[in-house]
Protein backbone atom coordinates (compact mmCIF):
# COMPACT_ATOMS: atom_id res chain seq x y z
CA UNK A 1 0.00 0.00 0.00
CA UNK A 2 1.69 3.16 -1.04
CA UNK A 3 1.54 6.43 1.45
CA UNK A 4 -0.16 9.87 0.34
CA UNK A 5 1.64 12.35 0.96
CA UNK A 6 0.47 15.58 2.56
CA UNK A 7 1.45 17.72 -0.32
CA UNK A 8 -0.22 14.69 -2.88
CA UNK A 9 -3.60 14.56 -0.57
CA UNK A 10 -3.99 18.41 -0.94
CA UNK A 11 -3.12 18.73 -4.52
CA UNK A 12 -5.97 15.37 -5.10
CA UNK A 13 -8.59 17.42 -2.46
CA UNK A 14 -7.87 20.48 -5.14
CA UNK A 15 -8.27 18.34 -7.71
CA UNK A 16 -11.73 17.12 -7.19
CA UNK A 17 -13.01 20.08 -5.60
CA UNK A 18 -12.08 21.96 -9.28
CA UNK A 19 -14.63 18.87 -10.72
CA UNK A 20 -16.99 19.61 -8.44
CA UNK A 21 -17.68 23.46 -8.81
CA UNK A 22 -17.50 22.81 -12.17
CA UNK A 23 -20.55 20.60 -11.71
CA UNK A 24 -22.02 22.85 -9.98
CA UNK A 25 -21.61 25.76 -12.08
CA UNK A 26 -24.35 23.71 -14.30
CA UNK A 27 -26.68 23.06 -11.26
CA UNK A 28 -26.34 26.78 -10.21
CA UNK A 29 -27.86 27.28 -13.94
CA UNK A 30 -30.25 24.64 -13.62
CA UNK A 31 -31.59 25.92 -10.38
CA UNK A 32 -31.89 29.38 -11.83
CA UNK A 33 -33.95 28.68 -14.83
CA UNK A 34 -36.57 26.60 -13.07
CA UNK A 35 -36.60 29.69 -10.86
CA UNK A 36 -35.33 28.17 -7.50
CA UNK A 37 -33.77 31.05 -6.06
CA UNK A 38 -32.90 29.89 -2.57
CA UNK A 39 -31.27 26.81 -4.02
CA UNK A 40 -29.30 28.56 -6.84
CA UNK A 41 -27.60 31.06 -4.18
CA UNK A 42 -27.00 28.03 -1.36
CA UNK A 43 -25.28 25.96 -4.65
CA UNK A 44 -23.36 29.26 -4.98
CA UNK A 45 -22.23 29.58 -1.54
CA UNK A 46 -21.20 25.38 -1.80
CA UNK A 47 -19.60 26.42 -5.15
CA UNK A 48 -17.62 29.52 -3.42
CA UNK A 49 -16.00 27.17 -0.66
CA UNK A 50 -14.77 24.65 -3.44
CA UNK A 51 -13.14 27.58 -5.20
CA UNK A 52 -11.43 28.61 -2.11
CA UNK A 53 -10.24 24.52 -1.46
CA UNK A 54 -8.67 24.85 -4.95
CA UNK A 55 -7.01 28.15 -4.36
CA UNK A 56 -5.29 26.28 -1.22
CA UNK A 57 -4.03 23.75 -2.74
CA UNK A 58 -2.63 25.87 -5.77
CA UNK A 59 -0.67 28.27 -3.38
CA UNK A 60 0.05 25.15 -1.40
CA UNK A 61 1.25 23.55 -4.78
CA UNK A 62 3.14 26.79 -5.53
CA UNK A 63 4.69 26.89 -2.53
CA UNK A 64 6.14 23.18 -2.53
CA UNK A 65 7.94 24.10 -5.86
CA UNK A 66 5.01 21.32 -7.55
CA UNK A 67 2.51 22.25 -10.33
CA UNK A 68 -0.46 24.26 -9.55
CA UNK A 69 -3.13 22.71 -9.06
CA UNK A 70 -5.83 22.45 -11.97
CA UNK A 71 -8.26 25.75 -12.47
CA UNK A 72 -11.94 25.13 -13.18
CA UNK A 73 -11.46 25.96 -16.78
CA UNK A 74 -11.11 22.92 -19.85
CA UNK A 75 -7.51 22.06 -19.18
CA UNK A 76 -5.79 18.75 -18.25
CA UNK A 77 -7.03 17.87 -15.32
CA UNK A 78 -3.79 15.79 -14.04
CA UNK A 79 -0.42 16.85 -13.97
CA UNK A 80 0.75 13.29 -14.20
CA UNK A 81 -1.13 13.20 -17.61
CA UNK A 82 0.80 12.59 -20.77
CA UNK A 83 0.40 15.63 -23.03
CA UNK A 84 0.47 15.27 -26.50
CA UNK A 85 3.73 15.07 -27.15
CA UNK A 86 4.36 13.11 -23.72
CA UNK A 87 4.72 10.07 -25.89
CA UNK A 88 6.63 8.19 -23.16
CA UNK A 89 3.56 8.95 -21.00
CA UNK A 90 1.27 5.78 -20.72
CA UNK A 91 -1.33 7.86 -20.76
CA UNK A 92 -0.66 10.66 -23.44
CA UNK A 93 -2.91 8.71 -26.17
CA UNK A 94 -6.34 8.56 -23.95
CA UNK A 95 -5.14 12.34 -23.87
CA UNK A 96 -5.04 12.93 -27.27
CA UNK A 97 -7.75 11.30 -28.35
CA UNK A 98 -10.16 11.25 -25.12
CA UNK A 99 -12.77 13.73 -24.05
CA UNK A 100 -11.78 16.03 -21.14
CA UNK A 101 -14.78 14.69 -19.46
CA UNK A 102 -13.39 11.69 -17.76
CA UNK A 103 -13.57 11.21 -13.33
CA UNK A 104 -13.04 7.45 -13.09
CA UNK A 105 -9.47 7.64 -14.94
CA UNK A 106 -8.37 10.79 -13.47
CA UNK A 107 -8.34 9.07 -9.65
CA UNK A 108 -7.31 5.98 -10.86
CA UNK A 109 -3.78 6.09 -12.68
CA UNK A 110 -3.24 3.13 -13.79
CA UNK A 111 -3.53 1.72 -17.36
CA UNK A 112 -5.25 -1.96 -16.70
CA UNK A 113 -4.77 -5.03 -18.80
CA UNK A 114 -6.31 -7.74 -17.21
CA UNK A 115 -9.15 -8.73 -14.86
CA UNK A 116 -10.38 -11.75 -13.28
CA UNK A 117 -13.49 -12.01 -10.74
CA UNK A 118 -13.39 -8.76 -8.50
CA UNK A 119 -9.42 -8.12 -9.62
CA UNK A 120 -7.68 -6.39 -11.78
CA UNK A 121 -4.42 -5.84 -13.07
CA UNK A 122 -2.44 -2.61 -14.40
CA UNK A 123 0.50 -2.83 -17.57
CA UNK A 124 2.95 -3.26 -14.56
CA UNK A 125 1.38 -6.74 -13.12
CA UNK A 126 0.52 -4.75 -10.36
CA UNK A 127 -3.05 -5.96 -8.64
CA UNK A 128 -5.95 -4.05 -7.44
CA UNK A 129 -9.32 -5.07 -5.78
CA UNK A 130 -12.35 -3.88 -8.28
CA UNK A 131 -14.50 -2.32 -5.94
CA UNK A 132 -15.98 0.01 -8.57
CA UNK A 133 -17.07 -3.20 -10.85
CA UNK A 134 -18.50 -1.19 -13.64
CA UNK A 135 -20.81 1.10 -11.63
CA UNK A 136 -22.73 -2.04 -10.14
CA UNK A 137 -23.08 -4.19 -13.41
CA UNK A 138 -20.44 -6.72 -12.75
CA UNK A 139 -22.66 -8.93 -10.54
CA UNK A 140 -20.32 -11.87 -11.43
CA UNK A 141 -16.91 -10.12 -11.78
CA UNK A 142 -15.26 -10.00 -14.63
CA UNK A 143 -14.73 -12.80 -16.80
CA UNK A 144 -16.77 -15.48 -14.92
CA UNK A 145 -15.54 -18.70 -16.58
CA UNK A 146 -19.54 -20.03 -16.92
CA UNK A 147 -19.99 -16.98 -18.50
CA UNK A 148 -17.04 -16.53 -20.72
CA UNK A 149 -17.48 -20.07 -21.96
CA UNK A 150 -21.00 -19.29 -23.11
CA UNK A 151 -20.14 -16.44 -24.95
CA UNK A 152 -17.11 -17.83 -26.85
CA UNK A 153 -19.54 -20.77 -27.50
CA UNK A 154 -21.49 -18.50 -29.15
CA UNK A 155 -19.06 -15.96 -31.41
CA UNK A 156 -18.10 -19.66 -32.66
CA UNK A 157 -21.31 -20.77 -33.65
CA UNK A 158 -21.57 -17.48 -35.54
CA UNK A 159 -24.17 -15.97 -33.43
CA UNK A 160 -26.06 -12.79 -34.38
CA UNK A 161 -24.03 -10.20 -32.44
CA UNK A 162 -26.38 -6.77 -33.43
CA UNK A 163 -30.24 -7.64 -35.11
CA UNK A 164 -31.40 -4.57 -34.06
CA UNK A 165 -35.36 -5.35 -32.61
CA UNK A 166 -35.49 -8.22 -35.52
CA UNK A 167 -36.42 -11.15 -33.40
CA UNK A 168 -33.22 -13.63 -32.92
CA UNK A 169 -33.26 -17.56 -30.86
CA UNK A 170 -30.69 -15.58 -28.72
CA UNK A 171 -33.07 -12.75 -27.79
CA UNK A 172 -35.92 -15.22 -27.97
CA UNK A 173 -33.99 -17.51 -24.75
CA UNK A 174 -33.50 -14.58 -23.04
CA UNK A 175 -36.73 -12.96 -22.76
CA UNK A 176 -38.29 -16.69 -22.16
CA UNK A 177 -35.60 -16.52 -19.23
CA UNK A 178 -36.07 -12.91 -18.25
CA UNK A 179 -40.12 -13.17 -17.50
CA UNK A 180 -39.71 -16.62 -15.92
CA UNK A 181 -37.40 -14.92 -13.31
CA UNK A 182 -39.18 -11.55 -13.11
CA UNK A 183 -41.83 -12.09 -10.28
CA UNK A 184 -41.03 -10.70 -6.77
CA UNK A 185 -40.37 -14.29 -4.96
CA UNK A 186 -37.64 -15.14 -7.82
CA UNK A 187 -36.01 -11.96 -8.53
CA UNK A 188 -35.27 -12.59 -4.39
CA UNK A 189 -34.33 -15.56 -4.85
CA UNK A 190 -31.66 -14.79 -8.25
CA UNK A 191 -30.01 -12.21 -6.09
CA UNK A 192 -29.55 -14.46 -2.91
CA UNK A 193 -27.63 -16.85 -6.03
CA UNK A 194 -26.00 -13.92 -7.29
CA UNK A 195 -24.92 -12.89 -4.10
CA UNK A 196 -23.72 -16.69 -2.75
CA UNK A 197 -21.76 -17.44 -6.10
CA UNK A 198 -19.92 -14.20 -6.54
CA UNK A 199 -18.60 -14.24 -2.62
CA UNK A 200 -17.91 -17.96 -3.26
CA UNK A 201 -15.74 -17.33 -5.84
CA UNK A 202 -13.90 -14.08 -3.63
CA UNK A 203 -12.94 -16.58 -0.94
Partial sequence: MKNISPSAKTSREASTASHMADALKFLIRVAADAGLRS????????????????ERGRRHSAGNGESAAPSTQNQKCNQNEGTEGSEKSPFSEFEKNESNVRFYCREMRAVFSRAVNARVWDEDGVEYIDFLSGCGSLNY?????????RVIDYLIGDGVLNGLDLHTNAKREFLR???????GTARSGLSRRVHRSYRDECR
Fill in 39 to 54: TSLELSDIRENLLQLV
Fill in 141 to 149: GHNHPVIKA
Fill in 177 to 183: EFSETNS
